[in-house]
Every structure is written in structure tokens, then in C-alpha cells.
T-cell receptor, first 113, second 120 residues
Framework: QKEVEQNSGPLSVPEGAIASLNCTYS??????FFWYRQYSGKSPELIMS????GDKEDGRFTAQLNKASQYVSLLIRDSQPSDSATYLC?????????????FGKGTHLIIQP | GAVVSQHPSRVICKSGTSVKIECRSL??????MFWYRQFPKKSLMLMAT?????????EQGVEKDKFLINHASLTLSTLTVTSAHPEDSSFYIC????????????????FGPGTRLTVL
């Protein structure tokens, strides 16, 4: 049984600061990881995917993956009030495509103006 | 990202009635459809997986006779909640995928806008 763990928060960050969101997973053979943003009452929106160890940057977002530690994080630079949302970490099934994603419970992020 | 529509976006019904939710992939063919539900302040939980033209596979604890899934075409799948009860009130979200079973690397998964079901 795969498990994806996230601190539910809320995580409160001042506007303009760096928000750091963390996720650990139990399945050692997981190969890819996704970060979704979900606003209240809306469905999740994919914001980052990462497949290799190290950092991947896209605009203000940086995903960091450490497979040895089974840890993936999301950094949001220059945080804006519009970044306030729940961030979900997700892990796909093994051997591609047969099953849906396993989600963490999500971290509720609040950016304080 | 992929364009996915769901209808209706919100539905309120009486206990005992059935509700049908439609999910359409508008710019690609979905060989696989995932259906999730999300209870308030909880994460998404996979309910079932269907492949076009075949029966759906349900996750443990999800009643296949209560949640009927039809995936008759590559662009349309429906979820019918039969004899709905208040405990079925939830946010139902579909996720069409161009993948089929046994394919290679996993692609990003995109979601429909969701259907908020409230059973009185």
C-alpha cells in the first residue's frame, strides 16, 4: 500500500517570502511525482512534475526530489496571495498507467499580505 | 494541459434518487478514465478506473452496484450514483487519460472541474 504523507498545515507565509512544502512517500520504486494546487471548491491543477533526483524549476516554482530519502518538496518563491491554496503531492502507479494517482492529504498554504 | 468538462457542476438531490455525472475529454481521446471523490477537508480518493469498452475496476470499499460507470466512447464517461444517500455527498472528479494498461512512462494526469453532489 503506497502512502504519501504531507503536513496538513495550515502553513502561513508572508507575501514575498519563500513557501516550502514537503512530501514523503513510502514506495521506494516510485519514479515520478506531481504537485497539484487546489483552490477551495475547485478541482486540482497540475503545477509541477518531477522524475529525476535534483531540482526542477518552472517560473516561481521549484520541485526538489531526493529518491534516496523518499522526499519531494515544492518551493514557491516570491509568494503571492493568489498562491494561497491546498497543495497536493501525488505519486502514480508502478509500471505506468494502470491505476490512478495516490494523493497526500494536502498542505493548506496561506500567504499573508 | 488537457481540456476536460464535467456536467453538472453542482447537483442537489433527494435521498434515494440517482444522479448521472458526465465527463468529456475535449481535445484528446481517453482510453482510460479515473473517477475520484473528495470529502470536505480530505484528499482525493480513487474510486474506480475504466477503460473504453470494458468494465470498470473499483477500489476496495467502493460498491460497483452503487457507482455505475460507463465508458462507451473515447471522449465520454459517465458515473451514476444510484439510490444516493447523504453520505454520498461529495466532490466527484473525473480524470481522463490517453494511456491504456501496460503502456510506458506515466503521463501527467489532468482533472475535470468536478461535480459537487449534495444529497438531502
Amino acid at each position: 500500500q503506497k502512502e504519501v504523507e504531507q503536513n496538513s498545515g495550515p502553513l502561513s507565509v508572508p507575501e514575498g517570502a519563500i513557501a516550502s512544502l514537503n512530501c514523503t512517500y513510502s514506495d521506494r520504486v516510485s519514479q515520478s511525482f506531481f504537485w497539484y494546487r487546489q483552490y477551495s471548491g475547485k478541482s486540482p491543477e497540475l503545477i509541477m512534475s518531477i522524475y529525476s533526483n535534483g531540482d526542477k524549476e518552472d517560473g516561481r516554482f521549484t520541485a526538489q526530489l531526493n529518491k534516496a530519502s523518499q522526499y519531494v518538496s515544492l518551493l514557491i518563491r516570491d509568494s503571492q496571495p493568489s498562491d494561497s491554496a491546498t497543495y497536493l503531492c501525488a505519486v502514480p502507479p508502478l509500471r505506468g498507467g494502470a491505476d490512478g494517482l495516490t494523493f497526500g492529504k494536502g498542505t493548506h498554504l496561506i500567504i499573508q499580505p | 494541459g488537457a481540456v476536460v468538462s464535467q456536467h453538472p457542476s453542482r447537483v442537489i438531490c433527494k435521498s434515494g434518487t440517482s444522479v448521472k455525472i458526465e465527463c468529456r475529454s475535449l481535445d484528446f481521446q481517453a482510453t482510460t478514465m479515473f473517477w475520484y471523490r473528495q470529502f470536505p477537508k480530505k484528499s482525493l480518493m480513487l474510486m474506480a478506473t475504466s477503460n473504453e469498452g470494458s468494465k470498470a475496476t473499483y477500489e476496495q470499499g467502493v460498491e460497483k452496484d452503487k457507482f455505475l460507470i460507463n465508458h462507451a466512447s473515447l471522449t465520454l464517461s459517465t458515473l451514476t450514483v444510484t439510490s444516493a444517500h447523504p453520505e454520498d455527498s461529495s466532490f466527484y472528479i473525473c480524470s481522463p487519460s490517453p494511456q491504456g494498461r501496460g503502456r510506458g512512462s506515466y503521463n501527467e494526469q489532468f482533472f475535470g472541474p468536478g461535480t459537487r453532489l449534495t444529497v438531502l
